[in-house]
């Protein structure tokens, strides 16, 4: 059982705009980064958003991310069939022994 | 280019042990931290281990602490996960992957090794 809290799906229609939420605690998202993956199916994860809300090169400035307090946000203005994914938030935690945490990860569907 | 390669995937028994390697190339592999992450096929990615750059911080989930270790040679450019009293649980397909600024910025993944713990 995941300590960051995603909703196991969302769905849109194309140019929609969808979020996708990460519920955790103060000693993830409350006071380190977060960290939002998308995965294609198939394929090997893929880093889009770094430190809360900096997209990566290359990542359509459709995709943003926020934090605020023990929560954090992804998300896709003007939704396209290829953002079809799964994706997951991680943050580090700062428990006893420090670890990486993350979400359950939540199905987009594009309708 | 960055790459990851991993290899030593397999099938194993419950209570068997197997080394997973991890073949870095395109990039100074002995400044970089690495990470270890494993999928259960149809489901979510979970954390495994992280080394640091110099093998002097490292961390593992609770579910593979005193099991599992991780470990590096920078001068072959290479990454390791030894798996001990492999229990059925563990089988996923698992990734190493490079991090960025922290342990939790996985900024580049290989195309994972599956692992199938079964008598």
């Known amino acids: 059982q995941s300590v960051l809290t995603q909703p196991p799906s969302v769905s849109g229609t194309p140019g929609q705009r969808v979020t996708i939420s990460c519920s955790g605690s103060s000693s993830n998202i409350g006071s380190n980064y977060v960290y939002w993956y998308q995965q294609l199916p198939g394929t090997a994860p893929k880093l889009l958003i770094c430190?809360?809300?900096e997209r990566l090169s290359g990542v359509p400035d459709r995709f943003s991310g926020s934090k605020s307090g023990t929560s954090a946000s992804l998300a896709i203005n003007g939704l396209r069939s290829e953002d079809e994914a799964d994706y997951y938030c991680?943050?580090?935690?700062?428990?006893?022994?420090?670890?990486?945490?993350f979400g359950g990860g939540t199905k987009l569907t594009v309708l | 280019e960055v790459q990851l390669v991993e290899s030593g995937g397999g099938l194993v028994k419950p209570g068997g042990s197997l080394r997973l390697s991890c073949a870095a190339s395109?990039?100074?592999?002995?400044?970089?931290?690495m990470n270890w992450v494993r999928q259960v096929p149809g489901k979510g990615l979970e954390w495994v281990s992280s080394?640091?750059?110099?093998?002097?911080?490292?961390y593992y989930a609770d579910s593979v602490r005193g099991r599992f270790t991780i470990s590096r040679d920078n001068a072959k450019n290479s990454l390791y996960l030894q798996m001990n009293s492999l229990r059925a649980e563990d089988t996923a397909v698992y990734y190493c992957a490079r991090a960025g600024g922290d342990f939790v910025d996985h900024r580049y993944w290989g195309q994972g090794t599956l692992v199938t713990v079964s008598s």
């Open positions: 080394i640091s750059s110099g093998s002097h911080h490292i």
């Open positions: 991680a943050a580090w935690d700062d428990g006893l022994s420090g670890s990486v945490l």
């Open positions: 395109g990039f100074t592999f002995s400044t970089y931290d």
């Open positions: 430190r809360s809300d």
